[in-house]
């Protein structure tokens, strides 16, 4: 159970990460990621730990509840969540409600790719698994997925 424990450690703030730049909702995120972490542990207790594996896990469990819950809209406008304790203080940080706001004119796929980058600490080619695609491919979509959102920033700023 420590060698689960250290795992959890090491990657459920990546994980909460993750959920929430895709999902827009704290909330969701932080449920997701019990969930996640639930399920891998009956599921793969006695295996070898694998990020992407508890990664692929979260973003299927994320499709399950958007299916599940049809009136679920991705960043919807004017989330405004209390977010308690160590949730409120990774928000803070990331200056969330810009980057945020930016991503909800992202698509789902730019949002993707750019929250497993950015918040897994996944290689390009461990991402490439869970994506079902070539490093090269991954490369291209984060370059394209980064400028976008980068101009979005920008927009925003000025706008």
Do not use: W
Request: hydrophobic fraction near 35%; glycine fraction near 6%; include cysteine.
């Amino acid at each position: 159970m420590d060698r689960f424990r250290q795992f959890y450690i090491d990657n459920g703030d990546k994980l909460f990460g993750y959920l929430l730049r895709k999902s827009g909702s704290a909330h969701l995120a932080a449920d997701l990621v019990q969930e996640t972490f639930t399920r891998y542990l009956e599921r793969y207790r006695n295996n070898e730990q694998s990020a992407a594996l508890l990664f692929t896990m979260g973003r299927n469990l994320f499709y399950d509840q958007i299916r599940f819950n049809k009136r679920f809209v991705p960043y919807e406008e004017n989330n405004q969540e209390s977010v308690p304790g160590q949730e409120e203080n990774y928000i803070a940080r990331e200056g969330s409600d810009k980057i945020l706001s930016a991503m909800a004119r992202l698509s789902d796929d730019e949002r993707d790719i750019l929250a497993l980058v950015v918040s897994s600490g996944l290689k390009y080619q461990e991402i490439a698994d869970i994506r079902r695609c070539s490093v090269a491919n991954i490369k291209v979509k984060v370059h394209r997925a980064r400028q976008k959102l980068k101009d979005l920033l920008q927009e925003n700023n000025h706008g």
